[in-house]
C-alpha cells in the first residue's frame, strides 16, 4: 500500500513537473513589461517590425524588431527631432507634455516601409518612408492637419487610404505621392464606431485597418461608462462599406491594437493594458476565425501563457546599461536613450571625458520639469533597478544632478550645491510641489546613486540611495509612490540622468556609467 502511495506521488509530482516546465518554455503576458503604448505591427518575410509612441521624448516614433513576436530589440527612430519651437524646446515656459507625438502606423508598400504619426504639439501628420527600415534614410512628407489616431492603408486596387478620428470615424483617399487629402474623398467612415459595445460609452479610437481574405477589418477601443478598454471590430468587403460591428474582447482592460499573423499560419492579436506607473505595457492575444469574425482570446480571456518562444529579458533590446565608452564609429548613444524634449546638443557629451557622459549648464531653471537635457530610458517591470555614480568635481553654486524616475510626479536623488557645500539629497514631487525629504552634508566629490523600482500587483513604489564607496548603500529620504498621470505626461515612468543650474550657467556633471537591473534589494 505504502508503494502505491509512493508510485502514485511520483507519478502526480512528474506530471506537475512537466506541466512547470512546459510553461517555463512558453511566452508569457505581458510581452513586454514596459512602456510601449500605441503599438502598431507588420510582419515582412520571417520579420516583424513594430512602432509605438514615445510623446515629448526624442528621437522619436521607436522602431522595434522581432523574429518571434515575443523578444524586441530598438533598431531605429522615424525622427530625431519632430520640431523647433518652444514647446518641442523647453523654452519660455512652454513645453509638449501629454503632447508630442501619438499613435502610429508602421506599413510595408513596394518594398518601402513607411511610419506616420501625428501630433498635438504641432497639428500636422507626418509620414516617414525608408527602403531600409533599420539603417533609413528617412523621407519626411508633412500633412497639414492633424489626423487623430490615424491608420493609412495601401489598398489592393492601388489607392491608398487615411481613417482617423474618435467616436465618428472619418475616411479620405490620399494623393498618390501621399501628400494630402484628394479633393471631395474625405467623408464619415462609421457614424458611431461605439454603438456594438452600447450606450454611455467613451473614446471610439485608435483605428487599425487590415484586409484578410478580401474582407476589411476595422480595430477601434472602446471604454463603457463603468467598465474597462474594450475591442470593437467592424468588418465589411469594401472599404466605404456598409460596415458591421461588435466587441470582440473586454477583459483585463486589454485593448488597442491590431492583428499580426505567423509565417506558420497562426494569428494574433497585438494590445496593450494600462498598468499604473510603469505605463501601458503590451499583450498578445491568440486568435482564431469563425463566420468570418476573429475572436480573441481563450474563451474570450487573455491567456497567461502563450504558445511562443519565452522572453530573454528587456535586456539589452528595450533597455540597457552604458558605461558610457565609445568606440570610433560607434553612436553617441545607444537607441535605448531619449531626451526629455529636445537636446541642446552642446551641453552634452561623451567624448569630452573618456568613459563618462558629462551634462552642462547652458541655462538657469527653477523647476527640474522645466530643464532640458534630461536623458531618459525606460523603467520595467515587475522590478528594476538604476544606478550610476556621479562625479560633482565641476558643479558650480546652485547645481542640482543626479537620477531620477521620471514623470510628473518625480523622485530624484543626487547632488546639490549652496553656500559652496555639497549635499546628497532626495526630493518627491508627489503632491505637485517639489519637496526636499533629506539633504546630508557630502565631503567626497564622487557619490554612487540608486533607485529601485517596484511594479508588483501595482505597488508602484520607488526607494533611493546613496553610496560613498558604491558597496554600503544608504536610503535616503522618503519611498515615492509613483503615479500614472494621464493629461500631464502620460507615459510610464522612466530613469532620467540630469544636471541644471539655479544660479550660475557653466558647470557639468559627470556621469561615469548608468547600470539598468531586473532586481531590486529585498532587504531594504
Known amino acids: 500500500m505504502r508503494n502505491s502511495i509512493y508510485a502514485v506521488a511520483l507519478i ?35 520579420t516583424y517590425y513594430m512602432s ?28 530625431r527631432t519632430l520640431a523647433d519651437m518652444d514647446e518641442t524646446n523647453l523654452k519660455n515656459g512652454k513645453s509638449e507634455y501629454g503632447h508630442g507625438s501619438w499613435a502610429s502606423c508602421i506599413r510595408y508598400h513596394n518594398n518601402t516601409y513607411y511610419v506616420s504619426t501625428f501630433s498635438g504639439t504641432t497639428h500636422k501628420t507626418y509620414i516617414y518612408s525608408t527602403r531600409n527600415i533599420e539603417k533609413g534614410p528617412w523621407n519626411l512628407i508633412t500633412l497639414d492637419a492633424q489626423y487623430h489616431d490615424h491608420t493609412i492603408f495601401f489598398d489592393d486596387d492601388g489607392k491608398t487610404y487615411i481613417i482617423w478620428s474618435v467616436r465618428k470615424l472619418m475616411i479620405a483617399e490620399l494623393k498618390d505621392d501621399l501628400s494630402g487629402v484628394k479633393e471631395g474623398t474625405q467623408k464619415v467612415l462609421i457614424e458611431d464606431a461605439n454603438a456594438p459595445a452600447g450606450k454611455n460609452v467613451a473614446l471610439g479610437e485608435g483605428s487599425q ?7 476589411y477589418y476595422l480595430f477601434n477601443i472602446c471604454w ?7 475591442v470593437v471590430v467592424h468588418r465589411a468587403d469594401n472599404i466605404t462599406g456598409p460596415w458591421e460591428g461588435k466587441v470582440v474582447l473586454q477583459d483585463k482592460g486589454v485593448a488597442q491594437g491590431g492583428l499580426i499573423d505567423t509565417p506558420d499560419g497562426r494569428w494574433f492579436a497585438y494590445l496593450f493594458q494600462d498598468h499604473g506607473a510603469v505605463g501601458r505595457i503590451p499583450f498578445l492575444v491568440p486568435v482564431k476565425w469563425e463566420d468570418g469574425w476573429p475572436v480573441l482570446g481563450v474563451d474570450g480571456k487573455v491567456p497567461e501563457t502563450l504558445d511562443l518562444p519565452a522572453s530573454k ?18 553612436p553617441a548613444l545607444p537607441l535605448v536613450w531619449q531626451w526629455n524634449h529636445n537636446p541642446d546638443n552642446s551641453l552634452w557629451s561623451v ?16 523647476l527640474f520639469l522645466k530643464s532640458r537635457n534630461t536623458l531618459t530610458q525606460r523603467t520595467i517591470g515587475p522590478v528594476c533597478t538604476g544606478t550610476t555614480m556621479l562625479d560633482a568635481s565641476n558643479m558650480k553654486e546652485g547645481d542640482f544632478a543626479g ?15 549652496l553656500n559652496g557645500q555639497k549635499f546628497v539629497f532626495m526630493v518627491s514631487n508627489k503632491t505637485d510641489v517639489p519637496t526636499e525629504l533629506e539633504s546630508l552634508a557630502l565631503l567626497q566629490n564622487k557619490v554612487y546613486l540608486k533607485i529601485e523600482c517596484d511594479f508588483r500587483n501595482k505597488i508602484d513604489v520607488a526607494k533611493f540611495f546613496y553610496s560613498l564607496d558604491g558597496k554600503v548603500w544608504k536610503q535616503i529620504g522618503g519611498e515615492l509612490k509613483m503615479e500614472y498621470t494621464l493629461m500631464e505626461h502620460f507615459m510610464g515612468y522612466r530613469f532620467g540622468l ?24 529585498e532587504t531594504n
Open 12 to 46: 502526480l509530482f512528474s506530471v506537475l513537473t512537466f506541466k512547470a516546465s512546459a510553461q517555463e518554455g512558453k511566452a508569457k503576458n505581458p510581452v513586454i513589461f514596459a512602456d510601449v503604448p500605441d503599438m502598431s505591427m507588420i510582419r515582412v518575410g520571417d
Open 52 to 79: 509605438s509612441t514615445t510623446m515629448h521624448m526624442n528621437p522619436g516614433v521607436p522602431i522595434m524588431k522581432s523574429k518571434d513576436l515575443i523578444n524586441w530589440k530598438l533598431v531605429n527612430y522615424a525622427y
Open 209 to 215: 485597418l487590415f484586409k484578410v481574405n478580401g474582407k
Open 224 to 230: 463603457p461608462q463603468g467598465g474597462m478598454r474594450t
Open 313 to 330: 529579458g528587456l535586456i539589452p533590446g528595450i533597455v540597457n546599461s552604458d558605461e558610457f565608452s565609445r568606440k570610433k564609429g560607434e
Open 351 to 366: 567624448t569630452e571625458r573618456k568613459g563618462f557622459l558629462r551634462l552642462k549648464t547652458g541655462r538657469i531653471d527653477s
Open 403 to 417: 537620477l531620477s524616475v521620471f514623470q510628473r510626479k518625480f523622485g530624484q536623488v543626487g547632488v546639490k550645491v
Open 498 to 521: 540630469f544636471n541644471y543650474a539655479t544660479k550660475n550657467i557653466g558647470g557639468y556633471a559627470d556621469f561615469d556609467y548608468f547600470h539598468i537591473s531586473d532586481q531590486i534589494s
